[in-house]
C-alpha cells in the first residue's frame, strides 16, 4: 500500500490533461470528481469473480477493490451475466449500457487484450493486462494416468465446461473417441470440483479453474497435470480491462496502479489467497 | 357476425347475469371463453388469439375492405406507445368488448379505446436492471380469457393482468432472468390452459412446452422437446420424451438446446398443440453426430397430456443455426384428388413444408427462396433433406478448421419469427421471407465470457442485387410461388389475409400495404413513420371493418451490420398503434 506516489501520479495525469483539451472530459477527471469507480466483472466467473451469500469474490473482485483504494476511489462493483460473444459484453458493459437501465461501468474486468478484439470493439480501448490465462488438466490419482496423452483416457469420467475450449478439445481431438465420456457442467470450477466430489476422473479448465478448485477441494489424491496438453487449441491469453475509448486517462492511471501491485507483491498475493499462481502477461 | 355475437355476447352475459346475482360478484368478471377463443378464426367482432384463432391462418371473413374499396383506407386513430421506450413493436393487438390490448417493447401492456384510441391503463412490468436480452426488447402478444390478458416478459415471467384496471392478478417465474432466460413470445389459450414455451440463457436450454391452470398459473403439464428429458402431468413423471441417446453422443441431450421461443398453434379437430423448436447445442455440428432430435422440428403434442405424438425433423443435424420454431398452421386441401387435413410451415432453412397434419407424414417440402445451398430439395420417400455437405461449416479441428463456406439462408432465416397467413378463399399461404446469405467460418481466436473460445464468424449479406425482403404467395399443394412483391429491406413483419381478396403486412421502411391475394399488385399502402414489424389485424366494429398494426422499428435484424445494413440505417424508431378504416 503506497498511496503516494500513485497519487502524484495521477496528479501529473491531472495537469497533463489541462493542456489537452480533449482529455479535459476524460472519465479520470470525472471518476475523480464523482469519487465512485463503478466496476463490472462476470457473473459464474469463479475464481475470478462469483457471488456467494450475496457476497461478491473472487481475483477480479479483489482487484477492482485495489483499483479503487489505490485511486482514493469509492468501489461501486457490479456483477453481469455473459452475452453471447465479447462483444455483447463490451457494449452492453463499456460503452452503451444495456436496454433495461444497466448503466455503464467506468471498467470491465477480465476482457482478453487481443488486437483483434481490440480491432473489432473500436468503442473501448483494452488495456492493464494483468495476467496470463490458459488450458489444464487435473486428474484423481489412481483413476488414469494423468500424464499420459489424454487419448488414453477413453472409457474414463472426463469433465469439462460446456461449450467451453476445454471442451472442444476433449469432443473434437482424438477422433472424437473421448465424447461418450465427458460430463458437461455449467462452469469450468465446477467441472474441476466434480474430482473432489468423485464425480469425474479428469477435467480440462483453465488454469486459475484448475488451481483455484484444487485448493478448495483440498484433497491430495487430486493434482494437476505437468506436461502440456497435445495439440491443445489455445496458446493462452493476456487478461486486461476495457474503458470506454474516450476514458484512456482511467486505463493508463489503473497501468500506473497495477505497475506498482507487479513490483510490491500484490498483485501475486491476491492470485494466490485463491490458490492460483499469478502468471505474468506476455504483453507485459 | 351477428348470430356470433349474441352467442358470445349477449348470451354468455345473461348467463353471467344471472350468476352475478346470485354470487353478488362484478358482471366485469365476464369475458372470452376457451369455447370463444377456439372459435376466434369465424368471430369478427374481436380478436381474441395471436394468429386470429387458434390455427393462426391469419385470415378474415369480412369483406368491407376489399380489392376495390382498399384503396380509400385512412387512419382512424394512431396511439403512442411513447415513455421515452421505442424500439421494436412486434406485437399482435387483442381486441375484445371495445377495447385494444396490445404489448409493446419493454414488457408493457396497453388498452385503448377501440373506437376512439384513448389509453384506458397501461401495465408496464418492473425489471431487473441487470438484464440484458440477446436480441431487442420486443414483446409478440397476449393472450385474453375471462378477466386477464396474459403476457410474457423480459425477465422470463408470465403474468396474468385484470383486463379492465391493469392489475396483476398472478405471476410466475418461467425461468432464471440471473442466468440470462428471458421470454418475448405470445401465449396461447387451450381449453383454460395457456401454452408456453421457452428461451435460452447463459447456460444453455433444454426447449419446452409448458401447460398451466389460466385462473393461477400453476403448472399442469411440462414436455421437454429433447430426448432424455422426463415430461410432468400434475406433478408426476409422464414419460420420456424420445429414446435416451438414440440421437445425441454422450450427455450432450443435457444441453442440447431446441428452445420453443416462439409458441406455437393448436389444432381442435385433433386436439394437438403444434410447437416448433430451436437449433441444437453446441453450435458446430461436427462435435455432435446424429440427428440431435427433437431439434429443429414440428412436435404434435397431446393438448390433454402434453404427450407428443409426432414429430418432423424439418432439419436434421442442424449445422447452420436453422432454429426450426416456426409456426405450423393447420388448413385442408385436397392433394391428388384426396381431399387432407394438412399443415405447412415455411422454415428458417428456406424450404416450405406441407405435412399430413394428423401423423406428420411428409407430403412436400420445397424452396420459397432464391437460393439454398445447404440442400438440394427432400427425398419424397424418407422426407429428409438432400444435403450438400461441402454446404455445412467445417469441424473445428483439423484440415476443415479455417474453410469458409456461403451459405443460404444466412441464420437469421429465409423466414424468421413473423408470422404467414393463409387465405381460406385463395387456397394460397402468404410468406414473408428474405433472400439472403451468410459467409461463416471457424474463428481462429475468439472469446467468451473473458475465455478463448472456438466461436463462428459471419458476415451476412443480400444476395439480389434490389431485395432482400420478399412477400411470397405459394400453391400449399403444387409448391410453385403464385407470386411476388420484393421489398429493398428484409421483411420482419407479420401478415394477414382476407375474404376481401387482400394481404396485409408491414415493411421496415414504415410502410404497412394491402396486395391483390390473387395477383401481388399492391393496391394500397400508408406511412407510419417508423418501420412495421408488428402483425397486422382486422375486426368489425359498429358495422366498420379496422385493420390495426403496430409501428416501431427494431428486432433482431439492425443488429446487424455490413451491406445488409444500407438497407435500413436510416429508418427512425418510433412505437405507436395504428388504427385504419374507410370512410364514411
Known amino acids: ?284 | 357476425m351477428k348470430g356470433s355475437f349474441i352467442r358470445t355476447g349477449f348470451a354468455a352475459t345473461a348467463a353471467l347475469a344471472v350468476a352475478a346475482l346470485a354470487l353478488g360478484a362484478p358482471l366485469k368478471a365476464a369475458g372470452p371463453t376457451s369455447e370463444d377463443i377456439k372459435n376466434d378464426a369465424t368471430s369478427t367482432g374481436d380478436v381474441l388469439s395471436y394468429g386470429m384463432g387458434p390455427k393462426a391462418q391469419r385470415f378474415s371473413p369480412l369483406t368491407q375492405i376489399n380489392t376495390e374499396t382498399v384503396s380509400r383506407l385512412v387512419p382512424a386513430f394512431a396511439a403512442s406507445l411513447g415513455d421515452e421506450k421505442q424500439r421494436g413493436q412486434e406485437s399482435q393487438p387483442i381486441v375484445y368488448d371495445g377495447t385494444i390490448y396490445v404489448t409493446a417493447s419493454y414488457s408493457r401492456v396497453f388498452a385503448f379505446d377501440a373506437r376512439t384510441g384513448e389509453k384506458k391503463w397501461q401495465y408496464t412490468a418492473r425489471l431487473p436492471d441487470g438484464i440484458m436480452p440477446c436480441c431487442d426488447v420486443v414483446n409478440r402478444g397476449a393472450a385474453i380469457h375471462g378477466d386477464k390478458i396474459i403476457f410474457m416478459t423480459l425477465d422470463a415471467h408470465i403474468i396474468a393482468l385484470n383486463r379492465h384496471t391493469g392489475k396483476v392478478i398472478w405471476n410466475k417465474a418461467v425461468g432464471d432472468y440471473q442466468a440470462g432466460y428471458s421470454a418475448t413470445a405470445a401465449p396461447m389459450i387451450v381449453k383454460d390452459m395457456v401454452i408456453t414455451g421457452n428461451s435460452g440463457g447463459e447456460f444453455g436450454i433444454v426447449g419446452a412446452v409448458q401447460a398451466r391452470n389460466v385462473d393461477t398459473g400453476e403448472l399442469i403439464w411440462d414436455r421437454p422437446v429433447i430426448e432424455g428429458h422426463m415430461g410432468t402431468l400434475k406433478g408426476q413423471p409422464n414419460g420420456m420424451t424420445g429414446k435416451l441417446n438414440a440421437t445425441w453422443q454422450g450427455d450432450l441431450w443435457k444441453t442440447g438446446g431446441g428452445a420453443t421461443w416462439l409458441g406455437g398453434t393448436y389444432d381442435p379437430e385433433t386436439n394437438l398443440i403444434y410447437m416448433g423448436t430451436g437449433n441444437p447445442a453446441p453450435w458446430n455440428s461436427h462435435l455432435r453426430p446424429g440427428d440431435n432430435l427433437y431439434t429443429a422440428s414440428t412436435l404434435a403434442i397431446d393438448a390433454d397430456t402434453g404427450v407428443i405424438k409426432w414429430h418432423y425433423q424439418t432439419t436434421p443435424h442442424d449445422g447452420w443455426d436453422f432454429d426450426g420454431v416456426n409456426e405450423f398452421i393447420p388448413f385442408d386441401a385436397t392433394i391428388n384428388g384426396k381431399p387432407m387435413k394438412l399443415g405447412a410451415k415455411a422454415d428458417r432453412n428456406g424450404y416450405f413444408f406441407v405435412l399430413d397434419r394428423t401423423n406428420g407424414k411428409f407430403v412436400s417440402a420445397n424452396k420459397f427462396v432464391m437460393q439454398t445451398t445447404w440442400a438440394n430439395g427432400y427425398n419424397q420417400k424418407t422426407g429428409r433433406p438432400n444435403v450438400i455437405e461441402e454446404g455445412r461449416p467445417g469441424a473445428p479441428l483439423g484440415a476443415e478448421k479455417g474453410k469458409m463456406v456461403f451459405s443460404s439462408p444466412s441464420f437469421l432465416g429465409g423466414k424468421n419469427w413473423m408470422p404467414m397467413a393463409y387465405s381460406q378463399q385463395t387456397g394460397l399461404f402468404y410468406v414473408p421471407s428474405n433472400d439472403w446469405g451468410m459467409d461463416i467460418w471457424n474463428e481462429p481466436i475468439a472469446y467468451k465470457k473473458g475465455a478463448a473460445y472456438l466461436g463462428a464468424g459471419f458476415t451476412i449479406k443480400p444476395i439480389a442485387p434490389d431485395h432482400i425482403g420478399v412477400l411470397r404467395a405459394m400453391d400449399p399443394t403444387t409448391g410453385k410461388i403464385v407470386w411476388e412483391a420484393p421489398n429493398k429491406a428484409p421483411l420482419w413483419g407479420g401478415v394477414m389475409t382476407t375474404a376481401g381478396g387482400l394481404v396485409f403486412t408491414g415493411t421496415p421502411e414504415g410502410y404497412l400495404k394491402a396486395f391483390d391475394a390473387k395477383t401481388g399488385k399492391e393496391l394500397w399502402k400508408f406511412q407510419t413513420g417508423s418501420g412495421v414489424v408488428g402483425s397486422p389485424i382486422t375486426w368489425e366494429q359498429d358495422g366498420e371493418q379496422y385493420v390495426a398494426v403496430m409501428s416501431g422499428w427494431g428486432g433482431a435484424v439492425p443488429l446487424w451490420g455490413g451491406e445488409v445494413a444500407k438497407t435500413f440505417k436510416e429508418i427512425s424508431q418510433g412505437g405507436a398503434l395504428w388504427v385504419f378504416k374507410l370512410p364514411r
Not at chain 1, 23 to 51: F, T
Not at chain 1, 152 to 172: E, P, V
Not at chain 1, 194 to 217: F, I, P, Q, R, T
Open chain 1, 1 to 284: 500500500m503506497r498511496p503516494a506516489p500513485n497519487r502524484r501520479q495521477l496528479l501529473g495525469g491531472l495537469i497533463a490533461s489541462l493542456f489537452a483539451p480533449h482529455a479535459m472530459a476524460a472519465p479520470l477527471a470525472k471518476v475523480r470528481e464523482l469519487g465512485v469507480l463503478r466496476v463490472g466483472v462476470y457473473k459464474h466467473n469463479r475464481p475470478w469473480s462469483w457471488s456467494e451469500d450475496g457476497v461478491l469474490k473472487g481475483i477480479d473482485v479483489d482487484l477492482a477493490k485495489a483499483f479503487a483504494t489505490k485511486l482514493g476511489l469509492r468501489l461501486d462493483i457490479v456483477e453481469f451475466t455473459a452475452g453471447e460473444n465479447l462483444s455483447d459484453d463490451l457494449r452492453n458493459v463499456v460503452w452503451r449500457g444495456g436496454l433495461l437501465g444497466f448503466q455503464r461501468c467506468d471498467v470491465m474486468m477480465h476482457v482478453p487484450f487481443e488486437r483483434k478484439l481490440q480491432q473489432d470493439n473500436d468503442n473501448v480501448a483494452i488495456a492493464a493486462p494483468y495476467c496470463r490465462e490458459g488450458f489444464a488438466a487435473a486428474c484423481v490419482e489412481g483413476t488414469l494416468d494423468c500424464e499420459a496423452p489424454p487419448v488414453s483416457w477413453r472409457g474414463k469420467r472426463l469433465a469439462a465446461s460446456t461449450t467451453s475450449i476445454g471442451d472442444f478439445y476433449l469432443m473434437a481431438g482424438f477422433g472424437g473417441i473421448l465424447r461418450n465420456s465427458i460430463a458437461h457442467f455449467n462452469t469450468g470450477y465446477e467441472a474441476v470440483a466434480a474430482l473432489g466430489e468423485g464425480k469425474a476422473d479428469a477435467v480440462v479448465a483453465s488454469n486459475a479453474e484448475v488451481e483455484a478448485g484444487l485448493k478448495d477441494m483440498n484433497n491430495p489424491k487430486l493434482r494437476r497435470r505437468k506436461a502440456p496438453l497435445p495439440a491443445m487449441i489455445s496458446e493462452g491469453w493476456d487478461v486486461g480491462i476495457a474503458v470506454r475509448e474516450d476514458s484512456r486517462s482511467l486505463s493508463d492511471a489503473i497501468e500506473r496502479v497495477l505497475a506498482a501491485m507487479v513490483k510490491d507483491g500484490a498483485l501475486a498475493k491476491i492470485f494466490l489467497a485463491h490458490g492460483v499462481a499469478w502468471q505474468a502477461p506476455l504483453a507485459g
